[in-house]
């Protein structure tokens, strides 16, 4: 075997062992959100999802600052890694602990104290406000655990612990699928148990990575007022790379926000509870997908910050691969039982119908968002935060534009157009900035 054979499997093997923990975690994520769908939908019907919609707009808030913190403090510590620069990676790995333990606590008392008012800004109707205000009640008082469920994993996982991280998420959602069963239907708790089931879910990864990083890196017990005090710079930094990151999940919120009043205000809630169906299964290909990112960013970081310019290129070349293919799979199982999803979700039948029609398109656009994400990933994971940014935040400004000007033509069809053609231009952008990066080298 060739020294350059042997490296490139050396290679392949070391990409392999830290996707598939990655990917196979973020299957277990996504299942999770699958199975919480059908149940709500089983158990509430169309007020359940239009409720659960507006709930999880704020999740994905949750979601957007963790991932952002998280993600920019692992991008920072791999590249300090990859210099040998154990100092400053140290800095940046309990910085980003203690800006989560802020930011969850700071979130955690503007959700509780403005719950109503964020409710009737996002247009409850009166159907289903108390289902939304009793779900957003209790994901409230666990937030801190959502923030550390979605940041700590990506810390255990730059730690070189991947098969810990994907231990800890796959235990966390499938104990999290039991006790929804348990709390809707057993003691038929309905949206209150689905989201304490959540927080229950949330709190067994957050222990698990937890007691991984204090077991193994007894720093943490540093006095934290001398380490706030010489740690402004490394906040900036970490904010900085965690930009792009996060700015995904912003733009889910601001688009998915928007397309949830547009829903309730030209439709009802039974086009929501369709769009709903829709996107829970395609959120399920998201999250999974994520895997794939999240288990090529600490090797492309580190290898980018070693300076090895041609592993880096192999690992991105390999991770737009195996991630398309993924996203291609999927494609073609959601859209061959379009017909069935609206039943198995227990909507109404005038929804499965708005599903059935609706589908093929939305997975289709879909693709090209997936490519987006991909794009993405690859240009925060070698620290290309204005490319990267620019593509983040184009893809929720341009659905949001849609969304507030192709209703007043078509109503609510313009709704749904309106995410397919955001999703399109989102996954044209990706391959422009793609073909004027390959240029570049």
């Not at 990151?245 to 009802?268: C, E, H, I």
Request: with cysteine; glycine share 10%.
């Amino acid at each position: 075997m060739t020294g350059y054979n042997k490296s490139q499997n050396d290679l392949y093997k070391e990409f392999f062992q830290a996707m598939i923990p990655a990917v196979l975690g973020a299957a277990g994520m996504s299942l999770y959100f699958l199975i919480d769908s059908l149940f709500v939908g089983i158990c509430l019907g169309d007020e359940g999802f239009a409720a659960q919609a507006i709930g999880w707009s704020l999740i994905t808030l949750v979601t957007a600052v963790s991932t952002g913190i998280g993600m920019g403090g692992s991008i920072r510590y791999s590249l300090a890694i990859g210099r040998n620069d154990q100092k400053q990676a140290k800095k940046y790995y309990l910085t980003t602990l203690w800006l989560l333990f802020v930011v969850a606590v700071i979130m955690t008392i503007m959700f509780l104290v403005f719950c109503d008012d964020i409710l009737h800004i996002l247009k409850a109707t009166e159907e289903v406000f108390k289902i939304a205000r009793d779900y957003l009640i209790i994901l409230s008082w666990g937030l801190i655990f959502q923030v550390g469920a979605y940041a700590l994993p990506q810390l255990v996982r730059n730690k070189g612990a991947h098969k810990t991280a994907s231990v800890a998420t796959s235990l966390g959602f499938l104990c999290n699928i039991v006790f929804d069963y348990i709390l809707m239907f057993v003691f038929n708790l309905g949206v209150f148990g689905c989201g304490l089931a959540y927080i229950m879910g949330q709190m067994i990864i957050f222990f698990i990575c937890l007691f991984y990083l204090i077991k193994n890196h007894n720093e943490l017990l540093e006095d934290w007022k001398t380490f706030i005090q010489r740690s402004g710079q490394t906040m900036i930094d970490i904010l900085k790379s965690g930009i792009s990151p996060s700015g995904v999940f912003f733009s889910s919120y601001f688009v998915s926000t928007f397309t949830n009043m547009a829903f309730l205000t030209y439709g009802d809630s039974v086009e929501l509870a369709a769009f709903m169906v829709v996107m829970s299964l395609l959120s399920c290909t998201s999250i999974a997908n994520r895997g794939f990112l999240d288990g090529a960013q600490p090797l492309i970081s580190r290898y980018y910050g070693e300076g090895e310019i041609q592993k880096t290129k192999k690992l991105i070349k390999w991770l737009y691969l195996s991630s398309l293919c993924f996203v291609l799979t999927t494609t073609v199982i959601y859209g061959s039982f379009r017909g069935s999803w609206g039943s198995l979700f227990g909507v109404t039948s005038s929804a499965g119908v708005i599903i059935n029609n609706n589908m093929w398109y939305c997975i289709s656009g879909y693709i090209f968002v997936c490519f987006a994400r991909i794009t993405m990933s690859y240009l925060y994971a070698t620290n290309k935060s204005i490319s990267a940014a620019v593509l983040t935040y184009g893809e929720g400004l341009a659905t949001v534009i849609l969304i507030f000007t192709l209703p007043c033509f078509f109503g609510v069809n313009g709704v749904w157009a309106a995410t397919i053609i955001g999703f399109t231009i989102i996954g044209t952008i990706a391959v422009f900035i793609r073909l004027v990066d390959l240029r570049k080298k």
